[in-house]
């Protein structure tokens, strides 16, 4: 009998919900439920379980007797407080992108951020989880009880709980959580103690894809008997096994963020990485760590680019490939329209929460095909700003994009010209759930259509990037010089 696998891929913006067979999806989706409250956003957990059950039970219900594995990706840092005294859930689940926490990072001294980032790998940020969970019972009073024992579930260790009762998390999104000791590959008790989240624990470890319990209550009868539930990881480590990444290649993960990530031996935990706010964590093989960074300004900054213009997809896309033709027959490389994508603040090396964007050289004669232009060039050196701190001295041969930009030949394009590297779009639909489904499968990738881009042999085109470039460093540095 042929079986198949379900894969959930919780996004920031969209959850999907994947039927595998054969290697062939069945995809469903639905938006991320979240609460927003003024400035504030949370994930809404309940709202998300029943979106979740509702959405597999859609399948056909032959096809869904036949599903003996649930692997479960997803985004990381947030999570909710299982209350161990009472058995009940007892907090909010703060979105990861939320800054509350802000205020918590504040009241850590220098010597102590350095004691965290020796250990963990991360800077201290709040975005991790260890300072929502600090925010968590410094704020909350009201409904978390100072004598309590809490247990922190990551979201997807969350939905592994609702299928199968059993607690568990994985070693990707465990070094997401600013409480992982990368040197026994276990939780830290010294950063809880700093943390002042002493009375929260965290779940046992699992490797990516292994078995963490088995599906009971409702869906016990509906999916094959015994289906094993599992955590495939974190979103931008599972989408690096559709790509196959291998040692000496660069991931370009794309989506609301875009990701950048390499497989190394051992963490970097060098007062340089430190002070660039370079982020390491364990693989999803469990043999390799991971040199990661993320960047706030990807698909987010280009939706309020559209909206900004009153630009539909169409649009976009033709105004891109306008582009692509202008920039190669040179017709644009006199624009001086730059954007710096800050919009929600900056990526690494100047990892700030306030930092905003600006657009420069607009006039009134500027057109809508040189403000993209001025976006993706933007983006383009945003990009190669945090290549140039965390990973040029790694012997780098190629950048390997998944997500949406593997479709914009634009954006990959000027990657290429100015990196010097060839660029390869993945071209496969839903590279989470395809990671997550061939973890769970053996495989080590699909069929996929896979297009190279290229260094450009232009002398004009590389003379102009490398002098906007310079113009963009230039800015970017009187932006962290001043900390605006």
Not at 34 to 41: C, H, L, P, Q, W
Not at 201 to 217: D, L, M, N, R, S
Not at 344 to 372: D, F, H, M, W
Not at 378 to 396: H, K, M, N, P, R
């Amino acid at each position: 009998m042929t079986t198949n696998r379900l894969t959930i891929d919780l996004g920031t913006t969209n959850t999907k919900v994947t039927l595998w067979q054969n290697n062939e999806p069945i995809l469903r989706k639905f938006k991320t439920p979240k609460v927003i409250k003024g400035k504030y956003t949370d994930f809404d957990l309940k709202a998300l379980w029943s979106e979740i059950t509702k959405t597999i039970e859609q399948f056909n219900a032959e096809d869904l007797k036949k599903v003996e594995q649930i692997s479960i990706a997803s985004f990381g840092e947030s999570g909710i407080l299982y209350d161990l005294d009472t058995k009940q859930f007892a907090s909010e689940c703060i979105a990861w992108f939320d800054e509350r926490s802000q205020v918590i990072v504040d009241s850590i001294s220098a010597k102590d951020k350095h004691k965290i980032y020796k250990i963990t790998g991360l800077p201290v940020h709040s975005h991790y989880s260890a300072c929502k969970i600090a925010w968590l019972l410094k704020y909350c009073k009201s409904f978390l009880h100072p004598r309590h024992k809490y247990l922190w579930l990551g979201v997807p260790d969350y939905l592994v709980y609702k299928f199968t009762g059993n607690f568990g998390t994985e070693y990707s999104l465990a070094s997401r959580t600013l409480d992982l000791d990368l040197s026994t590959s276990n939780w830290s008790n010294e950063v809880k103690q700093i943390m002042n989240i002493e009375n929260v624990t965290f779940p046992q470890i699992y490797k990516a894809g292994e078995k963490i319990g088995i599906v009971k209550g409702a869906f016990k009868n509906i999916l094959a008997k015994n289906c094993i539930v599992s955590i495939a990881g974190h979103d931008h480590m599972v989408g690096s096994n559709s790509a196959s990444l291998k040692e000496n290649q660069l991931l370009d993960s794309t989506g609301t963020t875009e990701a950048m990530m390499c497989l190394v031996n051992y963490p970097d935990l060098s007062e340089k990485a430190e002070q660039e706010s370079l982020t390491n964590g364990i693989y999803t093989d469990g043999s390799h760590y991971t040199r990661f960074t993320a960047m706030p300004s990807a698909g987010s900054t280009i939706e309020w680019f559209m909206n900004m213009l009153g630009l539909n997809e169409a649009d976009l896309v033709a105004l891109m490939s306008q582009a692509m033709k202008d920039y190669k027959n040179h017709k644009l490389l006199n624009t001086k329209v730059l954007i710096i994508p800050h919009f929600n603040g900056s990526g690494a090396p100047y990892k700030s929460t306030q930092s905003e964007g600006l657009i420069y050289g607009i006039n009134r004669e500027t057109s809508k095909e040189e403000l993209v232009f001025g976006l993706f060039l933007g983006l383009t050196f945003e990009f190669a700003i945090a290549y140039e701190s965390l990973f040029q001295d790694v012997a780098l041969n190629k950048i390997k994009v998944i997500g949406p930009a593997s479709k914009d030949p634009l954006w990959l394009q000027l990657k290429a010209d100015l990196l010097r590297l060839n660029v390869e779009s993945i071209d496969i639909d839903q590279a989470v759930s395809a990671g997550a489904y061939l973890l769970t499968n053996g495989q080590h990738n699909l069929d996929t259509k896979i297009t190279i881009y290229n260094p450009t042999k232009d002398t004009d085109q590389i003379n102009y990037l490398r002098k906007e470039y310079d113009q963009y460093k230039k800015i970017y540095q009187f932006l962290k010089k001043n900390k605006i």
